[in-house]
């Protein structure tokens, strides 16, 4: 049957209901589960090969990525988090082992201004939903959005979508601004999107 709602609307629900579920796996699980995802991370040949890697510091019931960040950093590749801005952009900054987070607005942790500003090859995207295309599902701010937009109209860069396996869902509503996604990597695996 055809959905009568609005795409708005649409993805609102979609992000609450699974938002939900995500909030709802236990912390054994999710700490497992982001390990499988940070050792699925350096079997990706773009991964490794790259020099700035934009990462993300967790939020709420998110993947964890911080047990890689040490050995990225120690390895020569410069860890990117991100870091919002007035006009609801993302800019990222450096991050080191000496880094203090501060708490901003929403309570998201962000890296000081005393850390340098940074343009990433990698692009790893905290996800909401996504489905088998490579569409995705956030916060609903844009900031992803616009942020992949820019760098993608000045630079290659290699897009990867972060989540657990149960954030999956059969088919995601798309609009003119979304930016899809060159992978997704779960703890079952990493998937390239063919387009
Ligand atoms: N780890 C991580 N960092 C990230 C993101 C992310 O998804 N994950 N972002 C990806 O975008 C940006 C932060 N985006 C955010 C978007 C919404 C809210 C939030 O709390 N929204 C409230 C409504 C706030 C309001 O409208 O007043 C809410 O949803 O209840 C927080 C952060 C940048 N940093
Ligand atoms: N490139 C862009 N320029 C300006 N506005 C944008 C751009 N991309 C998205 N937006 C705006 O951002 C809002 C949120 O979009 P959407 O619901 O697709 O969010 P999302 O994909 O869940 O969020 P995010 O990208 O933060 O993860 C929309 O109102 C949209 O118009």
């Known amino acids: ?5 609005p795409t708005g609307d649409v993805k609102r629900n979609l992000r609450q209901e699974i938002l939900a579920k995500r909030d709802l796996l236990p912390d054994d699980l999710r700490r497992a589960a ?6 699925h991370l350096k079997d990706i040949p773009e991964v490794t090969s790259a020099v700035t890697i934009a990462a993300f510091w967790p939020m709420r019931s998110e993947v964890d990525l911080r047990s890689l960040f040490n050995g990225w950093s120690d390895s020569g590749h ?3 988090l991100p870091v919002m801005q007035p006009d609801n952009k993302l800019v ?9 987070m501060e708490e901003k ?8 201004e005393t850390c340098e500003q940074i343009i990433p090859d990698i692009l790893l995207v905290p996800l909401v939903a996504f489905d088998q295309k490579g569409n995705r599902l956030g916060y609903g701010k844009g900031f992803y959005d616009r942020a992949i937009a820019e ?3 000045k630079q290659k860069i290699v897009t990867i979508g972060i989540a657990f396996a149960i954030q999956e869902v059969a088919a995601l ?6 930016q899809p996604l060159d992978m997704i990597v779960t703890e ?4 390239r999107v063919k387009r």
């Open 34 to 39: 982001s390990l499988c995802i940070c050792a």
């Open 1 to 5: 049957m055809m959905n009568q709602l």
């Open 173 to 178: 509503p798309v609009e003119a601004h979304d």
């Open 78 to 80: 410069q860890v990117g």
């Open 92 to 100: 990222f900054r450096k991050w080191s082992a000496t880094c203090l």
């Open 151 to 153: 760098l993608v109209s």
């Open 188 to 191: 079952a695996g990493i998937r």
């Open 105 to 112: 607005q929403f309570g998201v942790m962000e890296l000081p």
